[in-house]
């Protein structure tokens, strides 16, 4: 469509699931994709490969984000193959399970220190490189607006700063015409997801599936497009909110 065409975006934890859906629309719009991934190069590298497959342009970087420099890891190898950022997509993330009796302080600090630390220290060391007029969206989830799935009250947690980090960057930087936007997605059908939703037509599923009353479990494709319109112009008069990608889960 080339809504983005001549623009660069960075997307972490783009190898996979949501973030390589974003990453392949991104791609598919015209934009030239960093593609972060922290552990599986192998799936960084089949990301880069279908966007390119798609007439795209692409390229993988790693960092372990988490990890004291992260930040710093992550911009220099993105500085490798590019000059200036359009679009920053802050997905990347991890999920330590359990109540609020069973999450270790070890997991813990490990699901804030990716979830929480390292977008707000990518974003602030990406400023310098973010062109006025670019975009800023963070992946959050429809558990900061309601008491669902208390069995991962970590992950919620830190999600629910990300949407505060949300509205209080985009009134600082929106001086420079630069839009911030959180996408809030409910259960997604990733591989991520796979071990605990079970195979097609199981209970779980079919129970998760009746969370939104579409009826069905959504597809990375789906978050992809929403983030698509909020990297484009056509999202210019929109900045610092919260957009339900959850297929109506938490009316």
């Given at each position: 469509?080339?809504?983005?065409?001549?623009?660069?975006?960075l997307?972490?934890?783009?190898s996979?699931?949501?973030?390589r859906?974003?990453?392949e629309?991104?791609?598919?719009d015209g934009?030239?994709?960093?593609?972060?991934?922290?552990?599986?190069?192998?799936?960084?590298?089949?990301?880069?490969?279908?966007?390119?497959?798609?007439?795209?342009?692409a390229?993988a970087?790693?960092?372990?984000l988490?990890?004291?420099?992260?930040?710093?890891a992550?911009?220099?190898?993105?500085?490798?193959?590019?000059?200036?950022?359009?679009?920053?997509?802050?997905?990347?993330?991890?999920?330590?399970?359990?109540?609020?009796?069973?999450?270790?302080?070890?997991d813990y600090?490990?699901?804030?220190?990716?979830?929480?630390?390292?977008?707000f220290f990518?974003?602030?060391l990406?400023?310098d490189?973010?062109?006025?007029?670019?975009?800023?969206?963070?992946v959050?989830?429809?558990?900061?607006?309601?008491a669902?799935?208390?069995?991962?009250?970590a992950?919620?947690?830190?999600?629910g700063?990300i949407?505060?980090?949300?509205?209080?960057?985009?009134?600082?930087?929106?001086?420079r015409?630069?839009?911030?936007?959180?996408?809030?997605?409910?259960?997604?059908?990733?591989?991520m997801?796979?071990?605990?939703?079970?195979?097609?037509?199981?209970?779980?599923?079919?129970?998760?599936?009746?969370?939104?009353?579409?009826?069905?479990?959504a597809?990375?494709?789906?978050?992809?497009d929403v983030?698509?319109?909020?990297?484009?112009?056509?999202?210019?008069?929109?900045?610092?909110?919260?957009?339900d990608?959850?297929?109506?889960?938490?009316?």
């Open positions: 469509m080339g809504a983005l065409r001549g623009k660069t975006a997307v972490t934890g783009g996979r699931g949501i973030g859906g974003i990453a629309r991104l791609g598919r934009a030239r994709v960093g593609v972060h991934y922290g552990s599986d190069g192998a799936a960084a590298k089949e990301t880069v490969a279908a966007i390119e497959e798609a007439g795209g342009s390229f970087i790693r960092a372990e988490g990890a004291p420099g992260a930040a710093e992550l911009w220099e190898a993105y500085d490798a193959h590019a000059d200036g950022v359009d679009v920053l997509v802050n997905n990347a993330g991890v999920v330590a399970p359990g109540t609020v009796s069973e999450v270790s302080e070890e600090d490990r699901v804030f220190a990716v979830n929480t630390k390292a977008p990518v974003t602030r990406g400023l490189r973010l062109r006025d007029g670019g975009r800023i969206v963070n959050s989830t429809g558990l900061t607006r309601g669902g799935m208390p069995g991962i009250i992950y919620s947690m830190t999600k700063a949407d505060v980090f949300t509205a209080k960057l985009a009134a600082t930087v929106g001086e015409g630069i839009t911030v936007n959180a996408v809030a997605p409910g259960v997604i059908d990733t591989d997801n796979a071990p605990w939703l079970g195979d097609e037509g199981s209970r779980t599923r079919t129970e998760v599936a009746g969370w939104s009353p579409l009826n069905r479990l597809r990375p494709a789906e978050v992809a983030v698509a319109f909020l990297a484009s112009d056509d999202s210019r008069w929109v900045t610092g909110q919260w957009i990608v959850t297929g109506g889960a938490l009316l």
